[in-house]
């Protein structure tokens, strides 16, 4: 591909699906040539136009995909639903190119949307995630209490949006049931939820009724942490800086061992070293993991962060005090089955404001849904 | 959704005439990007009714499907409003209503492809969006732009996060993209991979891209017309502020003093007025521009300035709106407003109009010492800077859009 080339079917496997791309905005004449249509916009890749170069590839390419989404936006109600499968593999803006097509033919055909074949798309665990979810939003506006009844068996559901649906399906069943039912609903709904703001709402209402959660441990915050001592970061030259603590089999000599009790399992290094600014900080953690493979690290911190999996690189942010959020950086690591090492370098800018003094960070690892993963016996 | 005041008057019997030719002849004046035409926030021809409240003087409200810190901008017979929903604030919704009505027209819902962390005051879709009046192009902090037809039609989208992997904020990003001689310019400031860049509005591809300083931003472009080099476009971080020719980014002019992050440069008389520490007014045309003025007693808190005539005025962290003179920054007067505020203020005539967070909107009489002459509330939380075209007023709370009967 050239670099200025706009669109880049992802896979040549899908030969029709090119095909189908590179054609005028002929609409399409069976259900399969629509799939084709779909699957093509689905996977297109973003643009990549070079400044001053092929601007008439790029009317081509976002001309021609804005044509084969009009293509879509005229095909019948019966094929609205199979195109929904081209999600499968979708590029992120070929998602969008997809369903601004689809979505203009749901407005069109209206209520002759087939709600049963809707409903089996929502049914289907094994179907991309977000075709069910689109599926379920169409639903909902046309036949809700189809809709509704289709959440009873979605609380372990892969599809977050429906699952967190079915939680609060259950959770709306609370109210009439007798004390005893609904602390059994809240339990329920505490096991099934993966989102922050769900659990610490079923949390919340379980403290209130005489059974406090251990929020840390319940969304998996790692909590036993060697910390080095402090090391420069002043003008952030640190962060760049391969200090020891990086090298394949760090000293922890005179690392000290900290512990969180926080509920969301942050560790506070103004506490565990010294409120200090411009230095930086390794945080050294083993994390048993019940199987080797694939895992999300998911950590959260106001400041700049480097992590390692068994001295393996998993990500860098260089950002300081743009705000804070539990997930706020997920990247993918491998993981042996058993003990593993997790590394973190977290970095303190020389920022004077109040708002700027926090110096800590909070990690889980999980699967892709949230679900927490890893364990810890200690921190050695 | 969309709900009608009792009170509702309709300006004009036109339901039955096609779309093409409302749009091209039922309304006088649009509204087409934040701070209405050229960004400056001025409309003194326009005359807008003095008292309203939820119950009196409504034309219509529209609940919207998410939370938003956009302007709706007012585009043929079209209001068009950006919004996100979900969990994570990841559906990304551009809706537009029936400027008469304020029936839903159509509404486009993408999936974010960046960020969408936010400080819970701002929001995903915090930037307004922009149009020239026949597409209209719409940013959301996740650095999705998209484009679209008046009839709702995806004409093109960039996933401005996918192509600068480290772009974004996690305090949520709020500048507003701007169209300037057929260029969308759209300025991601921030400490990641900061960058500017021009994308043709009809093609979606680049005309330029410029990488910039890696620090934060919140500022919006501004179009300013430079004799020499025609239109530009003026870029403001914490630590100076360029001018740029929109067709090809070309620098032209920069200069280095302390900006603001948040509130945006404006212009009057070929002089900028730059938001820092107070306001500076600076000549865009000296390679070494010292300030004509500089006024500490002009302090900009997070709304923009106005600038008209031979004043300026700025709302400051403490809601006090100070007008001065322009050519010198002569204080004229102070009146302190309540609330806080996030909305840019506007010049209606000889008023300046100015929304507080809480929902109240001040007209505030600037012919002499500033008066507040009115005080109207609705509400809601109201981030969002207004709009204004033909006699309405357009508010935007957090989830409800309301249009202000003309008078």
Known sequence: MRPYETIAIAGMACSLAADALASAAKPPQ???????????????????????????????????????????????????????????????????????????????VGDALPAGRLADVVRDAARPPRARGLAYSWLKTRQPQLAWSLLDAMLGDPALELRREAVDKLLASAPDA???????????????????????????????????VDLA???????????????????????????????????????????????????????????????????????????????????????????????????????????????????????????????????????????????????????????????????? | MMRRASTLALATSVSTLPCFFLAASAYAADWLEFRGPGGRGIAPTETIRTTWSEDDGISWRADLPGKGASSPIVVGDLVVVTASSGPR??????????????DLRWQRTFWATGRTLCHPTSAVAAGTPASDGTRIVALFSSCDLFALDRDGRLLWQRNLAVEHPRSGNDVGM???????????????????????????????????TVPRQKIAGWSTPLAIELPEHGACVAL????????????????????????????????????????????????????????????????????????WGDAVATINRAGVLTVATRSDGELRGQVRLAGSFWASPLLVGESVVAVNKEGATF?????????????????????????????????????????????
């Open chain 2, 363 to 407: 007209l505030v009489s600037i012919a002499g010492e500033p008066k507040v002459t009115t005080e109207n509330q609705l509400p809601g939380t109201f981030t969002a800077t207004p709009a204004i075209a033909d006699g309405s007023l357009y508010l935007r709370s957090e989830t409800t859009l309301w249009k202000i009967a003309p008078p």
């Open chain 2, 236 to 307: 403001q971080n914490p630590n100076g502020l360029e001018l740029r020719r929109a067709r090809d980014g070309v620098l032209v002019w920069s200069w280095k003093g302390d900006c603001s992050g948040i509130p945006m440069t404006t212009e009057a008389g070929g002089m900028l007025y730059v938001p820092n520490d107070g306001l500076a007014a600076v000549t865009p045309t000296t390679a070494e521009a010292a300030p004509a003025w500089r006024s500490t007693k002009l302090a900009c808190g997070i709304a923009s300035p106005l600038a």
């Open chain 2, 89 to 102: 604030q990841d559906r990304l919704h551009v809706l537009a209503c029936d400027r008469a009505t304020g």
């Open chain 1, 217 to 380: 441990a319940t969304l998996g915050f790692m909590r036993r942490w060697l910390v080095s001592p402090a090391f420069d970061n002043k003008q952030g030259v640190g962060f760049a800086k391969a200090y020891p603590p990086e090298s394949p089999a760090p000293d922890t000599t005179g690392w000290k061992q900290v512990g969180s009790t926080d509920k969301h399992g942050v560790i506070d290094l103004n506490a565990a070293i010294a409120t200090e600014k411009g230095v930086l900080a390794y945080a050294l953690a083993t994390v048993e993991m019940p199987q080797a493979g694939p895992a999300e690290v998911r950590i959260g911190s106001p400041c700049a962060v480097q992590v390692w999996v068994n001295g393996e690189p998993v990500m860098q942010h260089e950002i300081y005090h743009a705000s804070e959020a539990i997930d706020q950086y997920v990247a993918t690591a491998d993981f042996r089955a058993g003990s593993n090492t997790v590394l973190v370098k977290c970095c303190q800018n020389e920022q004077t404001e109040a708002w700027a003094a926090d110096w800590k960070f909070q990690l889980r690892i999980c699967d892709r849904l949230g679900t927490p993963l890893a364990t810890q016996r200690d921190s050695r």
């Open chain 1, 178 to 212: 007798d004390e005893s039912l609904q602390r059994d609903i809240h339990r329920r709904a505490l096991a099934a939820a993966r989102d922050i703001d769900q659990i610490e709402r079923i949390a919340g209402w379980l403290a209130e009724h005489g059974e406090p």
């Open chain 1, 30 to 108: 069976s259900v399969e040539q629509a799939v084709a249509v779909a699957t093509a916009l689905a996977r297109t890749e973003g643009i990549q136009v070079q400044p001053g170069l092929a601007s008439q590839a790029g009317l081509a390419s976002q001309a021609g995909l804005a044509s084969q989404a009009d293509a879509l936006a005229g095909i019948p109600a019966e094929w609205i639903v199979p195109c929904l499968d081209a999600l499968r593999d979708a590029t992120p803006g070929g998602a969008n190119w997809l369903r601004s097509g689809l979505e203009r033919a749901v407005d069109r």
């Open chain 2, 174 to 208: 709020g500048t507003s993209p701007r169209i300037i001689d057929g260029t969308v310019v759209v300025q991601i400031d921030c400490q990641g991979d900061a960058f500017a860049v021009g994308i043709d509005a009809v093609t979606g591809s680049d005309r330029w």
